[in-house]
């Protein structure tokens, strides 16, 4: 009979550590988002705020009244829009390229046989400790020597080489059954048809996430570009943004107007594709 | 004795065969391999002997030929440059700043957002949404945010102490800035590889510690840790190295100011070789920064147990 009550006695106390944990738990977690939110909200908000309210010193979240000038001024009289093509053209390029060279690379380095295969493997892979901007320098007077400053070709080029995409692509490929390629070989089916009509559309969900991952990282690079890029006409977004900062005459809601333009199509990628783009971060981690 | 022959002419030429086989596999191998591979030398392998060799020389910019061989005089340069030390401490700073917070914090929401909660899938996309943005948007997000006169910090602060830091124009507070930025800016990143090494754990264990009644604290000790110990290496040194080279918060947002302490390594180098076209001295920088990062990377391989694990 005691020992009845005090288990029930324990069952409740127990019940109401949970709950307070529980609830501990979504007033840490949802307060988390509502500070990771802020910089968007302050964002927004003086891009659409009128000149006279920008600089008062109680924040208006909310601005009076809603104005689109910022918007239409830095449209007129900046190069955003080239900025942004241009931004579009170089993520783009570098994305195809690396699909394909990696792909082929990948292909070859575990669905063929040729010496010397374990050593590239391991070169490329041993190259992952090579920091970014450890080659700047000297990659700088390669470009500058084959005459491709302020050239997309300049930028794309080294930003293909990287291991990243031929890393992950081997994990895959590697565990591709072998039954089916031999079977593919036995029906007549070339080295190539194997690849191209074989592997690649069966290896579309890597490298869907690769495309994404090369997409937005090619999108948002800032060092290389900007020491690539020396004409006001082929600065990417993120070059041209810190050009304007510097070059206006300082008005907040110009620049918040920028950044909300320069980081519209990322975010529309992302709320679209987040799957995706979560699923290319985290086959990092696992094969890391 | 025909039949010998004929068996071994048959032999040879099965062995022909194959041999022409494995011929042509190797030709079709190294086909594939060769677009990634000639990128890969003349963009990455080529680039970092050249940049070894450069750092040897008072390299000539404009006439690369007339660069003069002064062996390590970079290397013992750098070492006597006190502003060189002043940004490897800063650097020093800001990872010591970042890096365990971005792995902590990262680690607590994982663990959160893997309970059984409602929303997850919104709390988990506004983690993960600023590492999509460039760093540039990120920045000018933040000097809005830190501004002393408009901002959103100072208010608030303000109404609660009665007075606020200068952010980024104060000594003291400027790098805690650009660290509290970068957190906000990458913390998706490390959040989204424990998620999912959280949820690679196999449920199982728990269940197993439950029955022998461990307490909850316990379990994360004993099973939580362990089991994710790879990823939470993986994060640390992936955070590390790119805190180490942290750039364009810096140049961004305070240029390296005020007075010196925000000036970090990678900023060093870029203006050594930029603005004042010193190539071999910057290329001398680089390999300095290349033997740190390596070593950490070899380091972390040693802890992770080798490539058996």
């Not at chain 1, 106390?13 to 979504?26: K, M």
């Not at chain 1, 987040?274 to 699923?279: A, G, K």
Request: aromatic share 14%; glycine share 6%; net charge neutral.
């Amino acid at each position: 009979m005691s020992d009845e009550t005090g288990v029930g006695r324990e069952g409740r106390r127990f019940l109401d550590v949970e709950s307070l944990r529980t609830a501990g738990l979504y007033v840490g977690l949802y307060g988390v988002a509502f500070l990771f939110l802020l910089p968007y909200l302050w964002m927004l908000s003086l891009s659409v705020k009128p000149r006279d309210e920008m600089f008062s010193k109680v924040p208006h979240w909310i601005p009076s009244e809603v104005t689109f000038d910022w918007y239409a001024f830095v449209l007129s009289e900046s190069m955003l829009a080239r900025w942004m093509l241009n931004t579009f053209a170089i993520a783009g390029a570098t994305t195809v390229l690396v699909l394909v060279i990696d792909s082929l690379i990948a292909f070859s380095l575990t669905r063929l046989d040729w010496p010397g295969q374990r050593i590239v493997l391991s070169v490329i892979i041993a190259s992952f400790m090579v920091p970014a901007y450890v080659n700047i320098v000297p990659l700088y007077t390669l470009v500058a020597d084959l005459g491709l400053v302020s050239s997309f070709a300049g930028v794309i080029l080294p930003l293909t080489a990287g291991p990243l995409g031929v890393f992950l692509l081997v994990q895959f490929f590697r565990d591709f059954p072998d039954e089916i390629e031999e079977a593919a070989r036995l029906d007549g089916f070339s080295t190539f048809q194997i690849y191209s009509r074989l592997m690649l559309p069966l290896m579309k969900s890597p490298l869907t996430a690769l495309a994404l991952f090369t997409f937005v990282t090619s999108w948002n690079q800032f060092l290389w570009p900007l020491i690539v890029l020396q004409s006001e006409a082929s600065y990417t977004l993120p070059i041209g943004l810190v050009t304007l900062s510097s070059s206006q005459v300082f008005q907040p809601g110009l620049m918040m107007a920028a950044t909300m333009l320069a980081s519209l199509p990322l975010f529309v990628v992302f709320l679209l594709l987040q799957d995706y783009l979560i699923s290319a971060v985290r086959i990092q981690g696992t094969t890391g | 004795m025909s039949v010998g022959n004929r068996l071994s002419r048959q032999l040879s030429r099965v062995r022909e065969n194959t041999d022409a086989v494995r011929d042509r596999q190797a030709i079709e191998g190294i086909l594939f391999a060769l677009p990634y591979l000639l990128v890969f030398s003349i963009f990455l392998l080529y680039p970092l002997l050249k940049g070894l060799y450069m750092s040897l020389f008072d390299w000539n910019a404009i006439y690369p030929s007339e660069s003069e061989f002064v062996l390590l005089d970079n290397y013992v340069r750098m070492m006597n440059d006190p502003l060189f030390w002043v940004a490897v401490k800063n650097t020093v700073y800001f990872v010591v700043l970042t890096v365990p917070t971005l792995v902590i914090l990262g680690l607590l929401l994982a663990l959160g957002v893997n309970r059984q909660i409602k929303g997850r899938k919104f709390l988990r996309a506004v983690f993960f949404s600023p590492y999509i943005l460039t760093v540039s948007v990120v920045a000018l997000i933040w000097i809005e945010m830190y501004a002393p006169q408009y901002g959103v910090f100072n208010y608030y602060i303000e109404l609660a102490l009665g007075s606020a830091p200068n952010w980024l124009n104060s000594h003291l507070f400027a790098m805690p800035a650009l660290a509290l930025t970068t957190i906000w800016w990458t913390l998706g990143f490390n959040f989204v590889i424990l998620l999912s090494a959280r949820q690679g754990v196999p449920e199982r264990l728990y269940e197993a510690a439950r029955l022998d009644g461990a307490s909850s604290w316990n379990a994360f000790k004993d099973i939580t840790l362990p089991q994710m110990k790879p990823a939470l290496l993986f994060v640390t040194v992936v955070q590390f190295i790119a805190s180490f080279q942290i750039f364009g918060q810096p140049f961004i947002m305070t240029g390296g100011g005020p007075g010196n302490t925000t000036e970090t390594v990678v900023m060093y180098l870029y203006k050594a070789a930029f603005n004042q076209h010193e190539f071999g001295y910057a290329a001398a920088v680089g390999y300095f920064l290349f033997v740190v990062l390596v070593g950490v990377s070899l380091v972390n391989y040693r802890l992770a147990g080798g490539p058996d694990e």
